[in-house]
């Protein structure tokens, strides 16, 4: 088990040294991006109202199209997949959890506070009823098989304000 831990360790590590040289790689083009956007907006000034709506549906369309020549690829991508949970960690910071209590009270009776893989959970924190290990649930998502020992019995436990 401790082997697979030291893999799943330097996985990560390697997936988080990509994640730090993507971002030092790409803040040159978000830099350019930005001003390029205020070259834009500096031009759309001075457009017409029609050209702007010209401009504005060849932009949804072009964007659209984009998307459904990239859309598989976009599906199976680790890096928007992380993305996706950086956007869904941040969020729950922000969110008033009191009320995030109340609102999964319901499931919590319906579920007498154990869950299990294969359940859908819509924001908390599962503790593994075998092994201790913590999962926080950031948004509505299914519940998998804990990542340490492989158990698929969770027990909600109540969030800190």
């Known amino acids: 088990m401790s082997q697979q831990n030291d ?11 990509w994640l730090v040289e993507m971002k030092i790689q790409q803040k040159p083009n978000i830099d350019e991006f930005i001003k390029q956007a205020k070259l834009y907006a500096g031009a759309i000034e001075s457009m ?15 964007l659209h199209d984009f998307y459904q020549l990239n859309k598989n690829q976009a599906e199976h991508s680790v890096y928007l997949g992380l993305l996706n949970e950086a956007l869904w960690e941040n969020l729950a910071k922000l969110t008033d959890k009191s009320q995030v209590e109340w609102a999964e ?5 319906d579920h007498d506070g154990v869950y299990k893989s294969g359940d859908f959970i819509g924001f908390g924190e599962l503790q593994c009823e075998q092994c201790d290990a ?24 109540p969030l800190n304000p």
């Not at 893999?7 to 040294?17: E, R, T």
């Not at 709506?53 to 060849?58: H, V």
């Open 134 to 157: 913590k999962i926080s649930i950031t948004h509505f998502s299914e519940i998998n098989d804990c990542a340490h020992c492989g158990s698929s019995d969770f027990i909600r436990q």
């Open 48 to 62: 017409s109202e029609e050209k702007l709506q010209q401009f504005t549906a060849n932009l949804k369309y072009d």
């Open 7 to 17: 893999y799943f360790a330097d996985v990560y590590k390697k997936l988080n040294n």
């Open 105 to 109: 009270l319901v499931d919590d009776f």
